[in-house]
């Protein structure tokens, strides 16, 4: 047979994928041992308030956290249990979070909620976001901005491409790939509900080709669908990235500073794709997620259902780490996740993986001298030149670090891995970056 057409971008990286371990491990159903640790802020935005105190008892699905302001997104319940206390605990990012902590009671009883019954074809779309909005669903891809506002792009922005980003391009994670593969019907029935809001719009669910079984599984149940498309996309680092992806199916290039609305085009993860269906179609609120755990530091990798508020902690054990040879623990995957400063921390709605690696794997090379390859500058996707960003961090020049358009760097790590003379980059840039946004915080 013919295979289809193969959709890229231009520039990019081929990592070693690192899959293997876990792309063949159907996904694991944990529950929780310990504590959940519900933290206010899992989204771009405002934090919630909580509405519970110590001493409640907690419902699954029960509202706990109320969204404040335009951008942000509730927090729900994920198991019934007391609330032990409500307090500051460490996150991922090595912040601290006003926290709702439970004690889980493993009776898993619902909160009256979760019983309502939706017909999303009957409902208006305002109907619809908002139930999206209620559920608290979030992009899952780590970034957290709140779905429901992703979906209502401005008026004068007609949608055409509605895109199921399912690239899963950063080395060792394969949650996204089991869920496709597992999950294949839920993931095209949330991209129906989100072309419901769009009409004139056609579906698109773009794959990376090292997944030729969930490809081949989302074409056999899309194969009735006129208006759905599987799209094969070229195995490259950064493909997962929004403005590349869109790139590639497209051919349109987001500007920047801009929205993918601007090309007509929205964008949406697998896992979104699945929250958005269990919303309308089972009422539930977001409470769950798929969570990779891999790396060479873990003896029992694999993709493991997990309630939020579990601890990582949790996670590692059931994956037989072994503390002991550990040299680094990564949240995210190796080229954009942050490397853990304690593993006592909650699995959040952005949780994609958790990377355990010892120290063989974990050295981080010295710096040599740039040797002025332009390697960096060939594979840097944004098309910047990652030295004279570098330079700028280096001399504190923000007004030059602007000029080179540092700020439209994604920080997706191409122009570090390349490099033979193992500089640092991304780490300088995002260094300058953080400079610039600063001051222009200042002057607000
Ligand atoms: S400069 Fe930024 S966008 Fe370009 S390769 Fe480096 S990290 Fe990626
Ligand atoms: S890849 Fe490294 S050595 Fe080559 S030009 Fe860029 S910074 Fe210099």
């Not at 019954?117 to 139930?131: A, G, S, W």
């Not at 790139?247 to 896992?271: F, H, I, K």
């Not at 020049?397 to 122009?415: A, H, L, P, Q, V």
Request: proline share 6%.
């Amino acid at each position: 047979m013919m295979k289809s057409k193969l959709y890229s971008f231009k520039k990019g990286i081929h990592p070693s994928y690192n899959k293997e371990r876990t792309s063949g491990k159907p996904i694991e159903l944990l529950h929780p041992k310990g504590d959940i640790v519900l933290p206010m802020v899992q989204h771009i935005g405002a934090p919630c308030t909580p509405l519970v105190k110590k001493g409640d008892r907690v419902l699954v699905g029960q509202l706990i956290g109320e969204a404040n302001g335009f951008v942000s997104s509730p927090i729900h319940s994920t198991v019934s249990g007391t609330v032990k206390a409500v307090e500051d605990r460490l996150v991922p990012n090595g912040s601290k979070v006003l926290s709702v902590v439970i004690e889980d009671d493993g009776l898993r009883e619902d909160d009256p909620s979760l019983s309502k019954k939706l017909d999303y074809r009957t409902m208006t779309n305002d109907e619809i976001i908002e139930v999206v909005k209620e559920a608290g669903l979030v992009g899952m891809g780590g970034a957290g901005f709140p779905t429901y506002i992703k979906l209502m792009p401005p008026k004068d922005k007609e949608i055409s491409h509605v895109i199921i980003n399912g690239a899963e391009c950063e080395p060792y994670l394969t949650s996204d790939h089991r869920a496709m593969l597992e999950k294949t019907q839920q993931v095209i029935d949330g991209l129906k509900i989100i072309l419901h809001l769009f009409p004139n719009a056609k579906g698109y669910i773009g794959v990376e080709d090292n997944k030729p079984d969930a490809i081949a599984k989302l074409e056999e149940l899309t194969k009735n669908e006129d208006n759905i498309e599987i799209c094969r996309l070229e195995t490259k680092y950064p493909q997962g990235s929004e403005k590349h992806l869109i790139y590639a199916l497209t051919n349109r290039e987001v500007p920047s500073g801009g929205l993918p609305a601007d090309v007509g085009c929205m964008v949406q993860n697998v896992d979104s794709a699945i929250a958005i269906w269990r919303a309308l179609e089972m009422s539930r609120p977001i409470m769950r997620r798929i969570v990779t755990v891999s790396g060479d530091g873990v003896k029992n990798p694999g993709n493991y259902n997990v309630r939020l508020g579990t601890s990582y902690r949790e996670l590692l054990e059931h994956a037989q780490w072994d503390p002991e040879n550990t040299a680094k623990v990564i949240s995210g995957g190796p080229m954009m996740g942050m490397a853990l400063s304690s593993i006592d921390v909650p699995v959040l709605k952005g949780t994609a993986g958790i990377l355990c690696f010892t120290k063989d794997t974990a050295l981080i090379p010295e710096e040599s001298n740039c040797i002025r390859c332009n390697k960096c500058i060939e594979v840097c996707p944004c098309v910047l030149m990652p030295t004279q960003l570098n330079l700028a961090s280096q001399i504190r020049d923000d007004e030059m670090f602007i000029k080179y358009n540092g700020m439209d760097c994604m920080e997706c790590g191409s122009c570090s891995f390349i490099c033979p003379a193992n500089r640092h980059l991304v780490q300088s840039i995002r260094t300058a970056k953080a400079s610039v946004r600063a001051k222009q915080k200042d002057k607000k």
